[in-house]
């Protein structure tokens, strides 16, 4: 798992956290408040769950193997991008970010 300063080193990155499997915040580092990264924390693992009931019922409609469990996802709005995987997760912005190197970094 990723330090939270190699997270931060990543390019774009304006914060990053770490939270438990109900989405109590665990530590974070950035440009946000506490109140911010706690919402986050629960933003993160409640999109988790949504992301692992959606493959898991993909995979039983279609038929195809694979889709179940989640590694990793990123929501993008605006000019931000939280990207997500295990219970690590960095927000960026979108401008800078280079997706394929976070998810380098952060899959497990």
């Keep these: 798992m990723p330090t939270l300063k190699e997270l931060m080193s990543l390019p774009g990155a304006i914060a990053a956290g770490k939270f438990d499997e109900k989405g109590n915040l665990c530590a974070y580092v950035g440009d946000i408040s506490e109140k911010a990264a ?5 933003m993160a693992a409640a999109n988790k ?7 898991k019922g993909f995979s039983a409609y279609s038929g195809k193997e ?5 590694q990793g996802f990123a929501v993008a709005a ?5 990207c997500i995987a295990g219970n690590v997760g960095v927000f960026v912005e979108l401008e800078k970010a280079d997706f394929d190197k976070i998810f380098e970094t952060i899959m497990p």
């Design 78 to 82: 605006g000019k931000y991008a939280a």
């Design 66 to 70: 694979g889709f179940y469990p989640v």
């Design 38 to 42: 706690e919402i986050a924390g629960l």
């Design 49 to 55: 769950a949504i992301a692992n009931m959606q493959a």
